[in-house]
Structures are given as C-alpha cells and as structure tokens.
C-alpha cells in the first residue's frame, strides 16, 4: 500500500470541505483504488456521504463535528498538552520537525499540529511524517474513537492513517476512554513535570 496517497488523501478528506476540497472527491478515490487499495474502504464512507449529501450540509456538519467541539478536535498536542504553556513548546517541536526534514509550513493559517498539516508534510516525508505520527498515536487514536463514538463517516480516514503506523490500533476501547474521563489538563504551572501522553483528555460524549 502506498502510505503517501493514503496521507495525502486523508489531508485532502480532513480539511475544510471548501468546493475545492468537494473537488477533488473523485481524484482521491481514483488514486485509493489504483495506489491504496486497502485503504480505499476506510475512505468510502465519506466519499459516497459527499456524492449524495449537499455541500452546504457537508461543511455544516464538518464545523459541527471538528469546530464546535474539543471532543475530536484535529489538533495532535491539544490531546495531550490540552491548552497549557506547555502546548507552546510542543507545537515548537512540530516545527522545528518540519524545518530539519526540509518542509516548508507556509501561510497556512492553521498551528503545526493539525492533522490535515500533519498528514501534507506526511505525504512528501512519509518516514518523517510517520515517526511523527507515531509519537502522538494516542491523539490519533483517541481521534478515531470520538469519530466512531460520533458514527461519524471521517472515522474511518483516521482510522486509515492509523493502519499505516507501525502495531495495531487499541482494541480496548474502555482503556483509552479512561484516558478521556477527566478532560483535558488545566494550567499546570507549578506541578511537578510528568509524561504529557499520560494527561487526562476530555470525556467522549460528555459536554463541551
């Protein structure tokens, strides 16, 4: 299976659906099916949803799911530094990742770590990019869950990008949901320093 089409395919799937996103819904089931073929089932759903749903309603429900609330948020470091001066180092490390493997961000208008960014630089250093993705697999998988949680047709893009990275997705849906049971971290100025992929995330199904 070729990861690059796959991470590239997910960036597209992932971001705002703009016309130029809705666009290109063809070209990336062309390219699953000639490229990823394992990949393209985990794709169809959002796919077909796009082919038969108006666009209007697509972005509707995409600022609804991925805007409106923390619970499947697409920010990689937001799962496990919360919103923390810590965070600030960790999207520093994202750059400085892109920088030394030669990407460029450019005037995206979106922080380091969010993953349509992510899985873009992916597609051009796909061993960067998933040793990258490796580090914040929790964050991913966490992402996944709250979007199956939510039956939600991108479930199964960021479950794509998870078969990709290197052991199998968790199986134990209860572990990584104790995980989310008490939000996500506070300020911590003056606790004691701790593993940040330890901190608690917010309950999946629970309020905003």
Same mark, same amino acid.
């Given at each position: 299976?070729?990861?690059?089409?796959? $991470?590239?395919?997910?960036?597209?799937?992932?971001?705002? *659906?703009?016309?130029?996103?809705?666009?290109?819904?063809?070209?990336?089931?062309?390219?699953? /099916?000639?490229?990823?073929? *394992?990949?393209?089932?985990?794709?169809?759903?959002?796919?077909?949803?796009?082919?038969?749903?108006?666009?209007?309603?697509?972005?509707?429900? $995409?600022?609804?799911?991925?805007?409106?609330?923390?619970?499947?948020?697409?920010?990689?470091? $937001?799962?496990?530094? !919360?919103?923390?001066?810590? +965070? !600030?180092?960790?999207?520093?490390?994202?750059?400085? +990742?892109?920088?030394?493997?030669? /990407?460029?961000?450019?005037?995206?208008?979106?922080?380091?770590?969010? @993953?349509? @960014?992510?899985?873009?630089?992916?597609?051009?250093?796909?061993?960067?990019?998933?040793?990258?993705?490796?580090?914040? +697999?929790?964050?991913?998988?966490?992402?996944?869950?709250?979007?199956?949680?939510?039956?939600?047709?991108?479930? /199964?893009?960021?479950?794509?990008?998870?078969?990709?990275? #290197? %052991? +199998?997705? *968790?199986?134990?849906?209860?572990?990584?949901?104790?995980?989310?049971?008490?939000?996500? &971290?506070?300020?911590?100025? %003056?606790?004691? &320093?701790?593993? #940040?992929? @330890?901190?608690?995330?917010? &309950?999946?199904? /629970?309020?905003?």
């Amino acid at each position: 299976m070729n990861r690059r089409i796959v $991470y590239q395919a997910a960036s597209v799937c992932l971001s705002y *659906p703009d016309e130029t996103v809705l666009g290109l819904a063809a070209v990336v089931r062309r390219a699953l /099916g000639e490229a990823a073929r *394992p990949a393209a089932a985990s794709f169809a759903p959002l796919l077909d949803w796009w082919a038969t749903t108006p666009p209007a309603e697509v972005r509707r429900i $995409y600022v609804d799911t991925f805007d409106m609330s923390k619970r499947h948020a697409l920010y990689l470091s $937001y799962w496990t530094d !919360g919103d923390t001066r810590r +965070r !600030g180092m960790a999207l520093g490390e994202f750059k400085r +990742r892109y920088r030394e493997a030669g /990407g460029e961000l450019g005037d995206t208008g979106e922080l380091p770590d969010y @993953l349509p @960014l992510v899985l873009e630089f992916a597609q051009h250093r796909p061993d960067a990019g998933a040793e990258l993705m490796q580090e914040y +697999r929790a964050s991913l998988e966490l992402i996944r869950l709250a979007l199956a949680e939510r039956d939600s047709p991108y479930a /199964g893009v960021v479950a794509a990008v998870c078969a990709t990275l #290197p %052991g +199998r997705s *968790p199986e134990d849906r209860q572990q990584a949901m104790a995980m989310a049971a008490a939000g996500p &971290p506070t300020e911590s100025v %003056g606790l004691e &320093p701790h593993d #940040p992929r @330890l901190l608690p995330l917010e &309950p999946i199904g /629970g309020a905003t």
